[in-house]
């Protein structure tokens, strides 16, 4: 990953005692920080359908996913502590044994793994906009990301992502384009049939149109 620039807000890392006492004492093979990640393989070395989510927040569509989807495997990248402490809590509770989870920054993440055309599905749901002019070089989706995501795909892989800012979404199309990797996009205001979290929630009270894209790894065809 050749970005240094930070898609994240360090005021945002900040974490309750709660939820520092949990990660000082999480299982190491179910939480892996940034700095003791290697790559990917060493998480799920046997899985038929692996699956990951970027930036996963509070970790519901997470969990709710692997939850339901015992023959598949998961991993969750995310920065912040809280969401990964609270997420690490349910995995417990429920004796999950399909999902773990990476806390750190996901360039530095990515850039450590070697491992290539690992993941069935990668899901990034409502990256932070950063919408300020002067901070949208802060955005996660670049051109340099995109590329990583691709080398993580397998043949027949696809890579979802949301989004309820217009302007970024429409940043999103640019950069696609310039890179000639297919994809679909869907405006929509409202699927019953999916799984909402909390930020397509407010975006839907709000009444934000939400962007979908559908990329499928590349020699696929999208249905364009």
């Known amino acids: 990953m050749k970005n240094s620039i930070k898609s994240f807000s360090k005021a945002r890392s900040r974490s309750s005692k709660k939820n520092k006492k949990i990660l000082s004492i999480a299982d190491k093979t179910i939480i892996w920080?940034?700095?003791n990640f290697k790559d990917f393989k060493f998480?799920?070395?046997?899985?038929?359908?692996?699956?990951?989510?970027?930036?996963?927040?509070?970790g519901i569509l997470l969990f709710d996913q692997s939850s339901n989807n015992p023959d598949e495997s998961f991993i969750g990248i995310e920065v912040f502590e809280t969401g990964i402490a609270n997420t690490y809590s349910k995995i417990i509770k429920s004796?999950?044994?399909?999902?773990?989870?990476?806390?750190?920054?996901v360039a530095q993440i990515l850039s450590k793994n070697k491992s290539k055309k690992i993941f069935d599905l990668i899901i990034i749901l409502f990256p932070d906009?950063?919408?300020?002019?002067?901070h949208k070089k802060r955005r996660l989706l670049?051109?340099?990301?995109?590329?990583?995501?691709?080398?993580?795909?397998?043949?027949d892989g696809k890579i979802i992502i949301k989004t309820d800012w217009q302007d970024y979404a429409e940043e999103i199309?640019?950069?696609?384009?310039?890179?000639?990797?297919?994809?679909?996009?869907?405006?929509?205001?409202?699927?019953?049939?999916?799984?909402?979290?909390?930020?397509e929630k407010i975006a839907?009270?709000?009444?934000?149109?939400?962007?979908?894209?559908?990329?499928?790894s590349i020699g696929q065809s999208s249905s364009k």
């Open 204 to 216: 839907l009270k709000e009444n934000r149109l939400i962007n979908k894209f559908l990329i499928p």
């Open 95 to 105: 004796n999950l044994k399909n999902l773990k989870l990476i806390q750190g920054d």
């Open 129 to 134: 906009p950063w919408p300020k002019l002067k």
């Open 43 to 58: 998480l799920f070395s046997d899985s038929s359908k692996l699956n990951l989510e970027i930036g996963f927040g509070d």
């Open 33 to 35: 920080s940034e700095e």
């Open 142 to 155: 670049k051109s340099d990301f995109f590329i990583d995501l691709q080398y993580l795909l397998k043949k």
């Open 173 to 199: 199309i640019e950069t696609l384009n310039k890179l000639e990797h297919k994809y679909d996009h869907i405006c929509e205001s409202n699927d019953l049939k999916e799984f909402k979290t909390k930020y």
